[in-house]
């Protein structure tokens, strides 16, 4: 299996949502498909089926979860040195060249990608231009609108 590259922060957010399942989540299904049996002929208990189907969603999330922190690589920025060069997990603010719009982002993996708070996977197009580029470099990234030149103003390893 190949290694899958989370930040710290990403790796604590899926441990919470295991335990929740684990703790949660399961036993009230559980709960549920006991209920639900207690009402008879399980051929036509929509309840039944509704809470089997709820049981595997949440079984399949589990190893799912359990599969990606087995084979996770955590990297943690906060204790490298910044040596000002785009890595995965650092902060690094660019400007648009052609229309002065400065924008900020975090390289994570793809499980903690969020592009409304400006979490974008390193397995995305600007994350791909930016890695291994550094402070002041000037790069040309291709978008859906065609090819934008961005500077690297800021890399912060935080």
């Known amino acids: 299996m190949s290694q899958y590259p989370m930040t710290a922060k990403g ?3 899926l ?3 295991l335990n929740e399942l684990k703790s949660v989540t399961r036993p009230k299904i559980i709960e549920a498909i006991a209920e639900a049996r207690e009402h008879g002929d399980l051929k036509e208990n929509a309840e039944y089926h509704a809470a089997r189907e709820q049981q595997s969603f949440c079984e399949g999330r589990i190893q799912d979860i359990e599969g990606k922190l087995s084979n996770a690589q955590i990297i943690d920025v906060t204790k490298m040195e910044n040596t000002g060069k785009v890595i ?11 229309t ?11 499980d903690e990608a969020d592009i409304k ?19 002041d470099d000037v ?10 030149e961005f500077e ?4 912060e390893y935080i």
Request: glycine residues 8%; proline residues 3%; aromatic residues 4%.
């Open 11 to 13: 790796a604590e957010m």
């Open 15 to 17: 441990r919470e949502e």
């Open 88 to 98: 995965f997990g650092v902060t690094v603010t660019i400007l648009n060249v052609e």
């Open 100 to 110: 002065e719009e400065e924008t900020t982002y975090k390289i994570v993996g793809d």
């Open 117 to 135: 708070n400006n979490l974008i996977s390193v397995n995305s197009p600007i994350a791909r231009g930016l890695i291994g580029k550094e402070l």
């Open 139 to 148: 790069v040309n990234i291709q978008t859906p609108a065609g090819t934008v």
């Open 152 to 155: 690297i103003i800021e890399v």
